[in-house]
């Protein structure tokens, strides 16, 4: 295996519409620092025992926090509790396992990456749709209106200037909050099964899983729904039951919704389209990355560790295949080196700070034409 490390596509195909300037001695020379970095300090790229660790420690707070709500016993507000638990655990174990697996960064062996990228399929997701929405659309194609899939919602809210603006955006940054609350909802009993049966991802063709693959998809459904619903329906009564799931649920999607918009919807992320006349874009792939994504709370060891490193959001995206573990170190590498070449390297102090950033961004396009 070669010691270098692709900044770019890796495992993303390249884009057939899009078409990026040509690379600079900045990709090469960012290249070179971060693979000095890890040469000098014999740090792994993968394979990391923290990476490890903090995947025994995330599935067993989903099962934890799951038995405490199905067999403990608990009385009503121990539920609660346990609730919110359950919701912060799921999120924890995407962000930390699913995440860096399917990007191929969690390890060097491909069915190590394979296998733990099947935890999305037991928590109602689905690894291998999740591999085309977010690691081709998003990755190949971050906040360019009608290419990446993160930015488009529809009618339902407006998050790029490139999108038509319909009379109710005027009220977006106050409702959308609630409407994030649908994300886990929606993913887990609409989107995949859409998916598969159209074969269409946001107006993108999708290839749909066959043979193995999609025995997995329909394998991992119905353990979802036997855990969320089945389950729990011999202990509590089937309202209860739905009422659960809905309030733990819709916890788990505005954190996932917030974490992921904190990285592009904001006030200092670009929203650049391709120049129809000439067919192709003023920046090449790797500077896009950057003008196209902010860091959050780089400081805050907690959050860092629940996150994944998603608060890295500049290095996931310049190295997608690294794992999240080694950000920190990295964003110092990536920070420096923009500097040096007049790049701008986003980033906001704390967690609260981007929340600001992303509510202004909403009510400025609301108000925009």
């Known amino acids: 295996m070669s010691n270098t490390t692709a900044i770019s596509t890796d495992s993303i195909a390249e884009p057939k519409k899009i078409r990026f300037a040509p690379n600079s001695e900045f990709e090469r020379e960012l290249n070179n620092r971060v693979n000095a970095y890890f040469k000098n300090t014999s740090k792994n790229k993968k394979d990391c025992f923290s990476m490890y660790l903090k995947s025994f420690l995330s599935v067993s707070w989903v099962i934890a926090s799951y038995c405490l709500i199905v067999f403990a016993g608990l009385p009503w507000w121990g539920i609660v509790l346990a609730s919110i638990s359950l919701s912060f655990a799921l999120n924890a174990q995407a962000f930390n396992v699913m995440h860096d697996a399917i990007h191929g960064a969690y390890s060097k062996h491909k069915i190590i990456n394979k296998l733990m990228g099947h935890w999305l399929d037991l928590i109602g997701g689905s690894s291998y749709l999740w591999n085309s929405k ?185 190295f997608p295949r690294i794992c999240h573990i080694n950000y920190p170190a990295m964003s110092v590498i990536v920070e420096e080196t923009c500097s040096e070449y007049g790049i701008p390297y986003s980033t906001h102090g704390g967690f609260l700070d981007g929340v600001k950033s992303h509510y202004n961004w909403l009510r400025e396009l609301a108000h925009s034409p």
């Not at 919602?153 to 790029?160: L, M, P, S």
């Not at 063709?205 to 329906?233: N, Q, W, Y």
């Not at 090449?284 to 709370?297: E, L, W």
């Open 134 to 318: 977010h690691n081709y659309y998003h990755h190949s194609y971050p906040n360019i209106a009608g290419h990446d899939s993160d930015v488009e919602v529809g009618i339902f809210a407006r998050f790029t200037p490139h999108h038509k603006k319909y009379f109710f955006h005027r009220f977006q940054h106050i409702y959308i909050w609630l409407l994030y609350g649908f994300l886990a909802i929606k993913w887990h009993l609409l989107d995949d099964f859409q998916v598969y049966f159209t074969g269409e991802e946001n107006g993108h063709k999708v290839e749909r899983p066959k043979g193995l693959d999609a025995v997995i998809f329909f394998a991992g459904k119905i353990f979802f729904f036997t855990m969320a619903f089945v389950i729990p329906s011999f202990y509590y009564p089937v309202l209860y039951v739905i009422g659960l799931y809905i309030f733990i649920a819709m916890i788990q999607g505005v954190i996932m919704s917030v974490v992921f918009q904190l990285a592009h919807c904001v006030e200092e992320a670009e929203f650049p389209m391709q120049d129809e006349e000439a067919g192709i874009m003023d920046r090449s792939f790797i500077v896009h990355q950057i003008y196209t994504t902010v860091n959050f709370a780089r400081g805050n060891r907690l959050l860092t560790w629940y996150l994944g490193g998603l608060n890295y959001q500049v290095e996931h995206h310049l």
